[in-house]
């Protein structure tokens, strides 16, 4: 399911491909993409629309145009972008220049939503907390999302409204490197410990940028080299990198988790 290393890396491709083009044609074949609206409706008012920007906000793509309209790109478990012709494609887009974007999603649970400038920045409040890698994303602002908490902290930091872009993968690794057990109640976590969770976030999703994002081999997302460098995702019963006992493997809001049951306490 990408992530925001993985949805960063559609944006960096997307963005020279997009910037200062028309959309002369655009082709919903699926239904779900638009629901509860009409793909067609949909199509008609993204046609000969003129790319502004594409921005990315936690895992959502943005796709800003000079009229002000936005089109919100949500590619859920197996949304993507495929540089070359492929199966399953959901949406087809043609650009001014003569080349096709073309929007590919085998389980279908993407979401593709226009809405208008004065919509837009509402949509994303509602839903997105701090950037990551922004400055709005403080310590401060993780202990407050903690505090009092009962549920387990990695719940907590799935839920996108205390950091925008982090999911399965990535909540887990940032617990790693800030030596936290994923299953300790968020409202336990304090003090330094917060402050090393600032710091393991970022630098969990700042590898995962690098290595444009992970590739889990499921045709989900099949770019990327940060599976070959996960501390603890994927990597139940190997030993830690840091102390050798074996990762294990249990459950945390709801989730798949994996951690080193030594030195994350
Ligand atoms: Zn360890």
Redesign the pocket.
């Known amino acids: 399911m990408p992530e925001l290393p993985e949805v960063e890396t559609y944006r960096a491709a997307l963005e020279p491909r997009l910037v200062g083009r028309t959309l002369t044609r655009v082709e919903i074949h699926d239904p779900r993409l638009t629901l509860p609206r009409d793909p067609r409706e949909v199509a008609t008012e993204l046609k000969s629309e003129r790319v502004a920007t594409v921005q990315r906000c936690g895992k959502y793509l943005l796709v800003r145009f000079e009229s002000g309209l936005g089109l919100v790109v949500h590619l859920r478990m197996t949304g993507g972008f495929p540089e070359e012709a492929a199966t399953h494609e959901r949406a087809v887009v043609e650009l001014d220049d003569g080349s096709r974007l073309v929007y590919r999603d085998v389980r279908r649970f993407g979401t593709w939503v226009v809405l208008g400038p004065d919509e837009l920045d509402e949509y994303l409040a509602a839903r997105l907390g701090p950037e990551p890698l922004g400055t709005g994303f403080t310590a401060a602002h993780l202990r407050q999302r903690l505090a009092g908490r009962r549920a387990p902290v990695k719940a907590v930091l799935l839920d996108q409204r205390t950091v925008a872009g982090l999911g399965n993968i990535y909540a887990d690794e940032a617990l790693?490197h800030a030596?936290i057990n994923p299953l300790r109640p968020g409202g336990e976590v304090t003090g330094d410990e917060i402050r090393a969770l600032h710091r393991g976030i970022r630098r969990a999703l700042r590898q995962g940028i690098e290595r444009q994002g992970a590739n889990l081999g499921d045709g989900a997302y099949p770019r990327g080299s940060m599976q070959d460098e996960f501390a603890v995702y994927g990597r139940a019963g190997e030993?830690?990198?840091?102390?050798?006992?074996p990762?294990e493997k249990t459950r945390a809001g709801g989730r798949g988790t994996a951690y080193?049951?030594?030195?994350?306490r």
Not at 239 to 245: A, D, V
Not at 260 to 264: E, F, G, K, M, R
């Open positions: 790693w030596r030993p830690c990198l840091r102390c050798g006992t990762i080193c049951p030594n030195c994350q």
